[in-house]
């Protein structure tokens, strides 16, 4: 069974950038898809950036210009690069992976911009 494990969250004051890391215990080469959400309290789970099994990138509008979401296949990692950071980016975020069919989560990782 895919495991998730993403880190790089912190604090970080508005204007700042953090890269968000998730980590997978399978061949990511081979998952269909590989992304970044982000969750409020309260709210429903929302897309950041996609990038799928062949590269296609797919971002929300709130990340087009500012977050860049990456891999590197031979560490079986997706990164995402989130720059000029505001407030309203605060929020837990989570990886996904999409692996024949299934999908997995990770348990999330933290940021907080400062204003």
């Known amino acids: 069974q895919v495991q998730l494990a993403e880190s790089g969250g912190g604090l970080v004051q508005a204007g700042g950038s953090l890269r968000l890391s998730c980590a997978a215990s399978g061949r990511i080469s081979s998952f269909d898809s590989m992304g970044w959400y982000r969750q409020a309290p309260g709210k429903h789970r929302e897309l950041v950036a996609l990038?799928?099994?062949?590269?296609?990138?797919n971002y929300a509008d709130s990340a087009n210009g500012r977050f860049t979401i990456t891999r590197d296949n031979g560490k079986n990692t997706v990164y995402l690069q989130m720059d000029s950071l505001k407030p309203d980016n605060t929020t837990a975020y989570y990886c996904?992976?999409?692996?024949?069919?299934?999908?997995?989560w990770g348990p999330g990782t933290q940021v907080t911009v400062s204003a």
């Open positions: 996904n992976a999409k692996v024949y069919g299934l999908t997995r």
């Open positions: 990038m799928t099994r062949l590269g296609v990138t």
